[in-house]
């Protein structure tokens, strides 16, 4: 149930009693964002009534319900009983139908190139150096054997010997504060 102190009586009886049956097209709030789809089951949880809502691309929804500005405790999806009232069952089903039709599936092409215009570069003469590539190929052969496996990072193998590999401290500054900490304390300790 929604918190007593703030909500009536009346409203209370709302999120208590089932407001819609199954198969009864609804609008409804998900995180925020308006749906539309119908009311597959109903139970009662312990805020008031669960109604599980499906939306037109099949995906099922738990809600609870809004009703005059209140919203029982669960309310990460709620049915807005006030626009589903107002827009009437066969607005709602046209609203699904146009919601289902407008679905489209969209295929990524993993070897496809993103077109300059999304790229989010505007200035286009700077892209043209990075399109042309390089008629110099150098090559290096390492004197080890082909069954050698260096455990090197992979950005080193990229940029060829660019980057320098980070100087492992001999002590983190954490084992060296300890340690002058320890050393610290040692001095207030009572040798017998």
């Known amino acids: 149930m929604a918190k007593k102190q703030n909500i009536s009586d009346a409203i209370l009886n709302k999120f208590n009693k089932p407001q819609f049956q199954p198969g009864a097209a609804v609008c409804f709030y998900w995180m925020g964002r308006i749906q539309y789809g119908y009311v597959t089951t109903i139970k009662q949880a312990s805020w008031g009534v669960q109604y599980m809502v499906q939306s037109c691309h099949k995906t099922?929804?738990?809600?609870?319900?809004?009703?005059?500005?209140?919203?029982?405790?669960?309310?990460?999806?709620?049915?807005?009983?006030?626009?589903?009232k107002a827009l009437g069952p066969d607005e709602l089903v046209r609203r699904i139908?146009?919601?289902?039709?407008?679905?489209?599936?969209?295929?990524?092409?993993?070897?496809?190139?993103?077109?300059?215009?999304?790229?989010?570069?505007?200035?286009?003469?700077?892209?043209?150096?990075?399109?042309?590539?390089?008629?110099?190929?150098?090559?290096?052969?390492?004197?080890?054997?082909?069954?050698?496996?260096?455990?090197?990072?992979?950005?080193?193998?990229v940029h060829g010997g660019v980057t320098k590999k980070p100087k492992v401290p001999r002590k983190s500054k954490l084992e060296e504060a300890l340690e002058k900490q320890r050393n610290f304390l040692s001095g207030f300790v009572k040798k017998d």
């Open 60 to 84: 099922r929804y738990p809600c609870g319900l809004e009703y005059e500005g209140q919203k029982t405790q669960y309310y990460t999806g709620y049915i807005h009983f006030a626009t589903t």
């Open 97 to 157: 139908q146009i919601e289902s039709n407008a679905r489209t599936i969209t295929t990524v092409s993993l070897n496809a190139r993103r077109p300059d215009h999304e790229s989010g570069n505007d200035d286009s003469g700077s892209r043209s150096n990075v399109a042309k590539p390089s008629t110099k190929v150098t090559k290096t052969r390492s004197k080890r054997s082909s069954s050698h496996v260096d455990d090197q990072p992979s950005v080193v193998g």
